[in-house]
T-cell receptor
Framework: GQQVMQIPQYQHVQEGEDFTTYCNSSTTLSNIQWYKQRPGGHPVFLIQLVKSGEVKKQKRLTFQFGEAKKNSSLHITATQTTDVGTYFCAGLMDSNYQLIWGAGTKLIIKP | GAGVSQSPSNKVTEKGKDVELRCDPISGHTALYWYRQSLGQGLEFLIYFQGNSAPDKSGLPSDRFSAERTGGSVSTLTIQRTQQEDSAVYLC????????????????FGPGTRLLVL
């Protein structure tokens, strides 16, 4: 079936280091969305990418959508404690407008 | 309403009992999703309602799980004969539904129902 693979499952960083999570779809996506879930909270929408090769920035966060619209990445520069949480990608399939979710990457700041 | 609401926020039940979880989506949203999230895990898709179309039930883990959406608004997820492995947070999300790729598929999540089966 349709899948969106997301890696890594966890990433431990020192505060101030960068963080990256990657998503790869088995099929071409209509668009891809990114969500953040804080510990104990529910997923909250961050951004949507629609166009092939699109790059969007939100302060220290950079989101990319691949040329083939099958992969995407989220890069956080100089992580802060407020960035802690799990980042999910979710790809929209053209066929039934259903979002297929990645498994999430948990960002952990080392003490 | 202002956002997606779910009730109850917490539910403790005994193994073998039935439970009903409720979701009130954002007014006007035609798409509604149910997910399950076990502790520290990702989102497990359960079921998807879109307007008057037949729901996509492909994610329901067993025939003990069922869901309804009445009048295209409120949805109820029912788990019959609960098992301990059903313990999880059940999340509901709604979106304004398919259309142009202009953000209409953005999902808005409720706070979830934490289910504990003893």
């Amino acid at each position: 079936g349709q899948q969106v693979m997301q890696i890594p499952q966890y990433q431990h960083v020192q505060e101030g280091e960068d963080f990256t999570t990657y998503c790869n779809s088995s099929t071409t996506l209509s668009n891809i969305q990114w969500y953040k879930q804080r510990p104990g909270g529910h997923p909250v929408f961050l951004i949507q990418l629609v166009k092939s090769g699109e790059v969007k920035k939100q302060k220290r966060l950079t989101f990319q959508f691949g040329e083939a619209k099958k992969n995407s990445s989220l890069h956080i520069t100089a992580t802060q404690t407020t960035d802690v949480g799990t980042y999910f990608c979710a790809g929209l399939m053209d066929s039934n407008y259903q979002l297929i979710w990645g498994a999430g990457t948990k960002l952990i700041i080392k003490p | 309403g202002a956002g997606v609401s779910q009730s109850p926020s917490n539910k403790v039940t005994e193994k073998g009992k039935d439970v009903e979880l409720r979701c009130d989506p954002i007014s006007g949203h035609t798409a509604l999703y149910w997910y399950r999230q076990s502790l520290g895990q990702g989102l497990e898709f359960l079921i998807y309602f879109q307007g008057n179309s037949a729901p996509d039930k492909s994610g329901l883990p067993s025939d003990r799980f069922s869901a309804e959406r009445t009048g295209g608004s409120v949805s109820t997820l029912t788990i019959q004969r609960t098992q301990q492995e059903d313990s999880a947070v059940y999340l509901c999300a709604s979106s304004s539904g398919p259309g142009l790729a202009g953000g209409k598929e953005t999902q808005y999540f409720g706070p979830g129902t934490r289910l504990l089966v003893l």
